[in-house]
């Protein structure tokens, strides 16, 4: 009788087992290698958390704010030789900027869409362009852009950025807004209006324009040339008031009372000033 049930008992074990799938097998050539050491060191320090790789980001930084005030301050003589000579030293950076950013990048596709990269090419051919100086060299106006992504990476890094990152940041705005509406009012004055000749005299314009001074002695012509001095007036103002405003008052910052939703309290708060809830900020001490 046992001799004739364990068939059975062998076949319902065998059917109640869990079913098991066949693993492939590991295909090594496609297994990940490990990265050439120069390539990898560009990739810590384009993209790593380090000491190291965060001065890297800060000198490329103060490079490119560099870059634009030597345009600016050398607009009037630019056909000087040591002037051509900075320039292409300068466009030499950009070119090891961008290839290194290439040789890090996993998906070429990505990188060559992207607007930093097209920024980099436009720069790099009016820095050797001599034929296109006067018209695409305000270009580098539009690195600054990277400076936002760079103040996120270090507001996480360094105490001091984040307790006066509003008032960073907002620095930062009308820097840039500055800056890159001046680009716009160079490209769109230049050859039609007498007052425009040179970078110089639309960033002139610009500061004049944002702070109120109105001087008089440059304005825009043209219907163009009024509706870009509106927008300079009021969204430049806005910016500017909005700086003043966080560099003159009390430091704040952001943590959001779970009680009455209360968003700026001071640094060295215990306590909810609305309601009283105590809270819990994250704070790195004494520095």
């Keep these: ?104 990048s996993t998906d070429t596709r990505s990188w060559l869409t992207s607007f930093e990269s097209w920024t980099d090419i436009a720069v790099i051919l009016s820095l050797l362009g001599a034929a296109v100086y006067e018209n695409l060299l305000f270009l580098r106006a539009l690195r600054l852009l990277r400076s936002y992504r760079v103040l996120a990476e270090l507001r996480s890094s360094y105490s001091i950025i984040r307790r006066n990152y509003e008032q960073i940041k907002a620095v930062v705005n009308v820097v840039v807004f500055v800056f890159v509406m001046a680009s716009i009012v160079f490209i769109m ?58 560099i003159l008052r009390p430091t704040k910052v952001r943590f959001t009372c779970p009680d009455c939703g209360l968003r700026r309290h001071d640094f060295d708060a215990s306590h909810c000033k609305a309601c009283g809830r105590v809270l819990a900020i994250e704070d790195d001490g004494a520095v």
């Design 1 to 104: 009788m046992l001799l004739t049930l364990s068939p059975v008992c062998c076949h319902l074990q065998r059917k109640n087992r869990p079913f098991r799938t066949r693993e492939p097998p590991i295909d090594m050539s496609v297994a990940s290698t490990p990265r050439p050491p120069l390539i990898a060191r560009l990739d810590e320090l384009y993209n790593g958390f380090g000491r190291q790789a965060r001065m890297f980001r800060i000198a490329l930084l103060i490079f490119d704010i560099f870059s634009l005030a030597f345009f600016a301050a050398t607009s009037i003589v630019r056909h000087e030789y040591w002037v051509v000579i900075v320039d292409v030293a300068i466009a030499a950076v950009i070119v090891a900027d961008l290839l290194a950013r290439y040789l890090i």
């Design 189 to 246: 004055q230049v050859g039609v209006n007498q007052h425009i000749n040179h970078y110089l005299d639309a960033l002139y314009f610009t500061i004049t324009a944002l702070t109120t001074t109105g001087f008089g002695d440059v304005v825009l012509v043209g219907s163009g040339g009024k509706l870009l001095s509106i927008v300079i007036m009021l969204v430049g103002v806005s910016l500017f008031i909005r700086m003043l405003q966080a």
